[in-house]
């Protein structure tokens, strides 16, 4: 083994990890050199991706010892120190990229969480979109660039703040050969203007390998060798890198090396398969795929090349029934396509670039649900499973999520997956994509056998020349058409080129009708920025707040409905949640039918509370109509009522209430109570006289604040905080679990943002959009609703924003402890609507609540600021008055805050 | 129509869920703790309600008014003075102020008929009206039996015998927890299977679905039918444990007839949440939407207020809402032991609602798929 030269940039010192029980690094000691391009090489599932997100600071460390650029990774200062000079790319296409801002915003926030200047920042995009040819596509959404661009992107947001350590994990997965040309020439460059730069590139591909200075071969989550390309070959006396590999691995452990050899087609005219008539796709005033035609014989292989955003994937779709074409026609086993035909999805076998199986069922269980959904008979199933597991290498993975796969094996299960039912015809989208070489082989060789043996059509794109050299024929596509359609050795020798490759760059060229991107002002000459350090640096958290901002302005709906939404809300609220009870149902079993007991009942029926509905005719009657929910009050009037009564002997009036909705009945015996009441007074006074008063008080009830006693007077100003409280919470909640999720919260993990920047970062633009919401609910209310508002509006103003600070501060606290969006919705609603509606004074007064809800209800935000909003309406509250109210909602979210900072992780488990 | 393909997809959705412990939990909390917690957490309609008393009479009279106050229906009543009232009142401190004028007891043995001042604070609805009622009452009840001793009485001698049928001490709480058990069960359901399916399409899996030979019914049904799964049997899980076993709330109908609307019920809020998703197109706008529905639904379906009181537009609306039906509906079962000949319309309604809504979603969720 060579030694490491002396100056190294990261030294790794008996290092594992494992993920639950799977072992992904076991005991790696390894000294990476200073200054050079180092690659890691090695089949997919031997731990580069997890080593290299160790060494970027991405991942905690479970056992042994990291030191990049000269202090220990596990120290969070050192950690923090460096970043700034480390930049990290992950694997997948653009996984740390915003999918809806646009190429130069995605490069400007990572120009200003580096700290760059605003002319600094468009001089750096300016140039490195030029030098990777990306400047026509500086205003396209992120999602809408093809997967190479998209590799594309995330390199030059790693390279915008001038790294001294690049970490570039398979960057060249999925990039065509001009773009990787390019990409490759572009590294070579920068490195040129900044020889101290170290990098450490993870690649599948050998051929790139053999160009870089030092190698790290990885098998099994060990290092099987180090040294130079020259040196590893030399050692394994082998004349390529492939080879070199498999030599080097231990005795038991080589493969079949044999090149992949696809017997020739016999050549009679088999019949037509596939057939695309002028297929031209367009979205918007972008024309994707452009009259577009082929014809493929069954049993034909035919591949699809092409620069990255070429249209491939689209005229995939279109053919698959996944996309009507905007003109022209396709027909599959000369049927036109015919997007709800079960028979036709029954023969093909689709893969599309992104994985896309289920990452909750296990490699086994994604392959049986697929062959039951394809109808396979039940019994045969198991064999099939077991045969397509051995066949592509699963057995290792069988019950293990795919989440926790490394991409190459994740698109061994897509390819089991698509093939599981035997097809008659396999449409795959770049299914080799960061797969290793071998695995490649061994899945061409599998392509081959169906191809001939079983007369399987297979219509395939790919970024590989050898692979594409194994096709019966191909056809080149640029920018939406097809270029040149023939057999590989044809193409080369039309073109007059040495290889495929040199062809295909060439009619590329031809078609650009430019020379590729040459020399574009190189990247970066004024010094690091000074403002990197510090505990706390507003830039940075402003970089966050501007594109959460974006994101938030790039979702016209979300905004809409975030502040209509809480509009019509509050409509429906403010006119729905009435206390006030009316035109309640009572019937009446008058067994005394006298003047005097009619009288007793024309009180009650004349008032506004109650209607009254045919009398009872008996305890059945009774009994049957309170059972069906008819009646809220039944009220029985004795025999000899009336006689009792002139007589003073004691009499009973009988009043049953429905208690199945205790508040109402409350409400209905307060009522019941005080007419009878009244009636009793008005009795008195008319058989006894002025004598009746005597001894008498009155008891004169001042309703204050709401005289009227409305319910909307009372209910409008507290449905403000409830709807402050829930809408906010939401936004910000998923405003992070979506990162995490979605896999941009890497950035957080590698870049200097401290965990308060990002977390205040994040919360300030839901802070104004809450603020927003409360000037339009404030104005509601008094506008339509006709709310009197009588205090002072700017402390209720000022409440309100401390309050929103603390809502969306809840939000942030939720999504610190949750991983997927469905949990975190869950989570938010149940633990914002419930305590909101219910333990916070909205109905019941706190003070009047048991228990833990109780409990919640003193400490929790919301109580406060109903207090206030009902102050401010309707108690002529000022300033001075709010004292308690700002005491504790500025207290509230401090502490919020803090158990979400110290909750939230730096580092991925 | 292949059922074994909605049975498969259902069963990969359970099996998805089993894979996210966090839900789980909450699924669980939902159903039992937090159930629990909002049904210990109702008060009785008037209980420790705060009042005030200023006693500017200090007589025999006033100061047996003041001890007639206290728990459980108020706070042992504050002594404050008039100055101090407004601002108290003003902090929310207190709902209810008795204000005893000077020469109460004097004048009302004179039979001049003095007035006693009672402040309600009427921004807390549900106590102004009860409460008011309750401290007439007291304070009536202490005065007739003060006056009785020195002279005769006039009252006339007609009695309310007031009953409370279905629930007779009127305990909100046993209300509140089925109430609980309706709310989770809608919030629940529509999250399950909306949420569920935006991360789908989020992740691409939806997609790859659509080239597989399954129909867009199919997908539906098998979400329903799994998601629907979970939340009946935890609802059961409630109604039986928490509700009947922990609260202690006596059931007067069939459990089962109640599982049965459930089931009902489920099929309408599950297609809802499909057919919100459908009309969503990130977990943002899902989220925001979801708020937009479940609020109303959980407010307006009469399980917070007496739907008799809210305005007949609304009303008329909510008659649509699966929850109103199914509040009325258990209600009817779960507290007046109502049977099938009685909640039939309810569970008739139900199963119109549910069909028109997974009418809606399917077409929808078609248009989401192309």
Redesign the interface.
Known sequence: MTAAPPDSVAEIAGVSLRYGRTVALSDVSVAIPAGRMVGLIGPDGVGKSSLLSLLAGARVIQQGRIAVLGGDMTDARHRARICPRIAYMPQGLGRNLYPTLSVAENLDFFGRLFGHGAAERVRRIDSLLAATGMSAFRDRPAAKLSGGMKQKLGLCCALIHDPDFLILDEPTTGVDPLSRRQFWDLIDRIRRDRPGMSVIVATAYMEEATRFDWLIAMQAGRILATGSPADLMARAGAEDLDRAFIALLPEGEARDLDPVRIPPRPPDGAEIAIEAQNLTKRFGDFTAVDDVSFRIEKGEIFGFLGSNGCGKTTTMKML???L?PSEGSARLFGHEID??D??V??R?G?M?Q????????TVR?NLD??A????MAPAAIPERVHRMIARFGLKAVADQ?PEALPLGIRQRLSLAVAMIHGPEMLILDEPTSGVDPLARDEFWRILGELSRKDGVTIFVSTHFMNEAELCDRISLMHAGRVLVSDTAGAITAAKGAATLEDAFIAHLQDAIGEEPVTEAAPPATEARPARTGGLFSLRRMLSYSRLEALQLRR?P??LT??LL?SL??MF??G??????????SFAVLDRDQTATSRDYVLDIAGSRYFTEGPPLTGYDDMDAR????EL?LALEIPPGFARD?AR????????????????????V??Y???M??HW?AR??RE??GA?????????????????D?K?I???V??VIPLLLL??PA??TT??VV?EK??GSIVNFYVTPVTRLEFLIGKQLPYVALAMLNFALLTAFAVMLFRVPFTGSLPAFALAALLYVWATTAMGLLIST???????A??????LT??PG???S?L???V????????VI?EIYPTTHFI?AS??AF??A?MFQ?FG?VYLALLAATPVILGLSVLFLRKQAK | M?L??VW??G??EL??LW??P??LV?II??FSL?IY??S????E??????IAIVDEDRSMLSARITGAFGPPYF?TPRSITTTGMDQR????LE?FALDIPPD?ERD??A?R??????????????????G??Y???I??AE?SEF?AG??EA???????????????P???G??GAVNSVINAIS??SI??TG??L??EK????V??L??????AAEIMLSKIWSMGLVVLLASGFAIVVVVQMALEVPVQGSVLLFVLASALMLFATTSMGIFLATA?????????????V???L???S?G???R????DA?RAI?SFAPDTQFV?LS??IL????GLD?VWPQLLALAAIGSALFWLALRQFRRFL?
């Open positions: 698959t029934g996944l009507d997007p709800n079960m028979e999805r029954r093909v689709f599309s992104a994985f896309s199986l289920y990452s909750e069922l269980q649900l697929h039951r959904l394809f109808g999520l979702d709906i979300r409905l975030a939404g019509i809300l429906v609220m006119y729905g949640l009435n206390m006030d009870v009316e035109d309640l309170m059972h069906r929910g809220s009564l003073g002997k004691d009499v009973a009036i009988g009043a049953w209430i429905d208690g199945s909705n205790p508040t109402r009945a409350e409400t015996s307060g019941v109570q005080g009878h009441a009793i009795k008195a058989i006894y004598e009746a008063l005597r001894g008498d008080f009155e008891l004169v009830t001042r309703f204050r604040y709401n005289p006693v319910s007077v009372a209910m100003p507290a829930l809408i939401v936004l998923l405003g979506r999720e979605l402890f949750m991983r997927s969006q469905v949990a919705l869950f989570a938010t609603v149940l609507m419930i509606a219910q333990y004074g109905i019941d007064p003070s009047s609540l048991q228990g833990a809800g109780r209800g207090i009902r102050g309707s108690k509250l008055d308690t | 292949n074994r393909n498969q997809l069963i990969k099996r998805g894979r996210d966090m839900l909450l909390y939902a937090s917690t909002d210990k957490a109702i008060p309609s008037l209980s420790n309600a705060a706070v009142m003003d902090e929310g709902t109460f009302l043995l039979g008929v003095p007035a006693i001042q009672l402040n309600v604070d009427a921004t807390r609805m549900s106590q102004a009206f009860t008011s009622g401290v007439q009452q304070v009536t005065v006056v020195h002279r006039t009252e006339l001698p007609v009695d309310l015998a007031l009953r409370a049928r279905y629930n007779p009127l305990d909100p046993w209300f919030m629940l999250i399950l949420a569920a935006i991360r989020e992740h691409g899996t997609e790859h659509l080239v597989m030979p399954v129909t969503a197109g990130t977990m943002p706008q899902f989220g925001l939407l979801l708020m937009l479940l609020m109303p959980q407010i307006l009469g917070m207020t007496p008799e009181s809210m305005p609304i909510m009325i209600q009817g507290f007046r032991g109502a009685v192309a």
